[in-house]
């Protein structure tokens, strides 16, 4: 038995940042760079192999993070006089601006999400009449404005307008279905009614679908084998007749 | 305003009647041509119009998007018009409202970029606002590989109760608070 935990889902790699650094409650211009590859790192590692593709996005900050962490353990160059104007390169700067933009965009999710909750929506009048709809030329439809994403909408508005019913028909395609018992008695009385050789080939329709082909052909073969009937062909490609085989006595 | 003379008031009716009847937005070019004005008297026109509407009691208002009007209707009565017509229900994850965040403040944005500003891959977040028709493709970026460039819809307006893409809130509101 294998027990999986449920790890707490991020969004993303910068999602998963920004909470380890929310919860040292440090700024993001000024991360504690080994302690957040740390724990990022450790996070990285119950990342179950089969979500590699996560995985991968989560592996490419990860290095971003090492990068970082190693160009802070290096000694800067102290700045020449000369350079003064320079401002000192923070190696987390480029990350943290990242980060921070991100930061944005992550809160305007929430307020959107407000928004929606809140349910403020403004409506307009339904599809149907407006410059599109005026023929310029009548008989011929303008096809230059139109997009491949109106068509697709189109579609897909006419799709949900189909009514219940057609649905129910489209949505199941009732199969049928034939079982090799039920062919086995349907060859079976034919033959008993017939009381005399039939050919293979009356068995067969050519309205039947691919399954009730081979339903047929095994049908038959497993009444040959239960010694039910005799298969016989006089001469290669000739019809083959079928007979019910009376038990020998 | 009562410095309107009477053609104008009459022009103004019919500017009306044209943004309520049509289902799309229709630009202030085409509304020109239809009342016989030129465009920068449709423009005032819209403007007046559209500081009418917003006196309380009125139900519609001048809704903009890329450039062209209609009108739509206030949010604060959004309850009534979903009594007489239940909305199908539009929820969205984070991932998808975080997408849809940055394709509005950053339109026209290629995946690549939205992308690089989430730092996941977001084909299927994409897939979905796009099918939910709250951003399309509007045109494709010159340069190297020509990359596909998504903004928001009038959809995505109406859902989120603005009248156009200005409304939204400001983003340094957002970053201070």
Redesign the interface.
Known sequence: MVYQVKLEVFEGPLDLLLKLIDKEEVSIYDIPISKITEQYIDYLRNIKESELETASEFIVLAATLLLVKSKMLLPSEPCEPSNEDLPFEDPRRELAERLSEYKIYHEIALVFKKIQEEGKRVYTRESGFGPKHISKSPGAASLKDISLSDLVNKTYEIWKRRSPETVKKLEKIQEKKITIEEKIEHIFKILKEKNSAETFHNFLSSNFTRTELIVTFIALLELARLKLVSIEQSELFKEIKVEIQHPEE | MTGISKPDKNKRAALECLL?????P?SSK?IAEILGLKTSDVMALIQELKELNNREGRGL?V?EHNGKY???????Y??Y??KLNK?RK?T?S??A??T???I??KQPISRAEIEF?????IDSVLYTL?EK?LV??VGRREGPGRPILYGTT?KF???????SIEEL?E?EK??N?
């Open positions: 309520f009847m049509s289902s799309e229709l085409l208002q809704m209609l009108l739509c209707t206030k949010s604060e959004s309850a018009i979903e909305p539009e969205l984070h991932a409202l975080e849809l965040g940055i509005a403040y500003i989430r730092g996941v891959k796009v028709g399309k493709e009038l307006l109406m859902l989120f109760g603005l009248r809130p983003l957002i970053k608070s």
